[in-house]
């Protein structure tokens, strides 16, 4: 049910697609860029009426200009060394996603690499722990069958290839 597929999420047609926010949900760089540059300025106009977003957390939108219906932003954690709680705070935002996905009754589901980019979060530690959170909390949600974690670049596609196997698969 958890597929490693190596793109670009701005692409995906799936019901829903994740981003990689921060806490306005007002964009940025890297995956939340290309989102919105993807999805066209209405994005933004939704994300300023949302009062933005506690890291750990997710808030839902439309999905506009994108293949996808829905995009669901989330804060995950800045890596600060490992002592602030990150790991916990990264297992949420997986769980808070599926929730929302979950509640709306939605099948598909993209995520991408969260906080292992800006947010400088170690990419052999983050790949195990949202393969864990989105293997145990999608649990919760049968209407979700289907969640792909999209890779931009080969190492990040090589972590979470080696952390999904290393867990059964
Ligand atoms: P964060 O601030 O949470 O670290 P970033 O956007 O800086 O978020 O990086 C998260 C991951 O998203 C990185 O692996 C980055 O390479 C990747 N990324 C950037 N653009 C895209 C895209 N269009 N599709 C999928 N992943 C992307």
């Known amino acids: 049910m958890i597929r ?3 793109g670009d999420i701005t692409a995906c047609q799936t019901d829903a697609i994740v981003n990689a926010a921060n806490n306005s949900l007002l964009g940025g760089g890297g995956v939340d860029g290309a989102i919105h540059a993807a999805a066209g300025p209405a994005l933004l106009k939704e994300c300023r009426t949302l009062g933005g977003c506690a890291t750990g957390g997710a808030k839902i939108t439309g999905g506009y200009k994108l293949p996808a219906k829905y995009v669901i932003h989330v804060v995950g954690p800045v890596w600060q060394g490992g002592g602030a709680g990150e790991e916990a705070l990264l297992y949420s935002c997986h769980k808070n996603a599926l929730r929302l996905a979950g509640e709306k009754g939605l099948a ?3 995520f991408p690499s969260v ?8 990419l052999h530690l983050a790949a195990p722990i949202a393969l864990l959170a989105l293997q145990t909390e999608s649990a ?3 209407t979700i069958t289907s969640i792909a974690m999209v890779c931009f670049d080969d190492a990040t596609f090589a972590a979470y290839t080696r952390a999904l196997a290393a867990q059964g698969g």
């Open 4 to 6: 490693i597929v190596q």
């Open 140 to 142: 919760q949600w049968p």
């Open 115 to 122: 906080s292992t980019g800006v947010y400088r979060f170690p």
């Open 108 to 110: 598909s589901i993209a």
